[in-house]
Nanobody, 120 residues
Framework: QVQLVESGGGLVQAGGSLRLSCAAS????????MGWFRQAPGKEREFVAA?????YYADSVKGRFTISRDNAIVTMYLQMNSLKPEDTAVYYC????????????????WGQGTQVTVSS
């Protein structure tokens, strides 16, 4: 059984930083893609970033967020700097076979989410 477990969310002031982690068990994603999505209250889930052999970012986070992974421990990270109140959302990690994608419907595996709140 594949499980993805996020951690690292919390409350931070605007301009601050957080690092999210996503630990996978049950399969490796060494040659496949993992990604981060987020969902704010009353809004649809949106793409944040994804990684396989390359990285892919939403325009709204480019230059502020960095996605990375450690294949040895099957963990993915999202370093979030210069956080803004509009970054407030539940952040989900996800995994899929094949290449990176910004389409959440292509992702098979999902974590339970971690709350990120950015105060102004």
């Amino acid at each position: 059984q594949v499980q993805l477990v996020e951690s690292g969310g919390g409350l931070v002031q605007a301009g601050g930083s957080l690092r999210l982690s996503c630990a996978a068990s049950g399969r490796t994603f060494t040659n496949d893609a993992m990604g981060w999505f987020r969902q704010a209250p009353g809004k649809e889930r949106e793409f944040v970033a994804a990684i396989s052999w390359r990285t892919y970012y939403a325009d709204s986070v480019k230059g502020r967020f960095t996605i990375s992974r450690d294949n040895a421990i099957v963990t993915m990270y999202l370093q979030m700097n210069s956080l803004k109140p509009e970054d407030t959302a539940v952040y989900y990690c996800a995994g899929k076979s094949g290449r990176v994608s910004n389409n959440d419907r292509e992702y098979t595996y999902w974590g339970q989410g971690t709350q990120v709140t950015v105060s102004s």
